[in-house]
């Protein structure tokens, strides 16, 4: 069974930056297409960003120009690349595996990990 495990989070100030990753074990990432996903408190899980196996990107518009996600394949993981971060960004961060073969239509697939915190504060 593969499991998902995100880091990286933690509290910063408003305009900083963050590195989240996901990596797997029980499988290889490198054939998956990924999501981020983000949750914050008494709101629903949102999309954030979509990377497929040929590292061909999506994001959604609040994140655009600010959010970057990128692949190692070598090291089976997925990275999100944080920047500008605002109060807005404050959220549990989550990676999953994607079977949609569109970008912006997702169909996430398989268990969700337990995600990391991002708490942008002052």
């Known amino acids: 069974q593969v499991q998902l495990v995100e880091s990286g989070g933690g509290l910063v100030q408003p305009g900083g930056s963050l590195r989240l990753s996901c990596t797997a074990s029980?499988?290889?990432?490198?054939?998956?297409?990924m999501d981020w996903y983000r949750q914050a408190p008494g709101k629903q899980r949102e999309l954030v960003a979509q990377?497929?196996?040929?590292?061909?990107?999506n994001y959604v518009d609040s994140v655009k120009g600010r959010f970057t996600i990128s692949r190692d394949n070598a090291k089976n993981t997925v990275y999100l690349q944080m920047n500008s971060l605002t109060h807005e960004d404050t959220a549990v961060y989550y990676c999953i595996r994607d079977l949609s073969p569109v970008l912006g239509r997702p169909r996430p697939f398989g268990s969700w990990g337990q995600g990391t915190q991002v708490t942008v504060s002052s």
């Open positions: 990377i497929t196996s040929g590292s061909m990107t």
């Open positions: 029980g499988s290889s990432l490198n054939a998956y297409n």
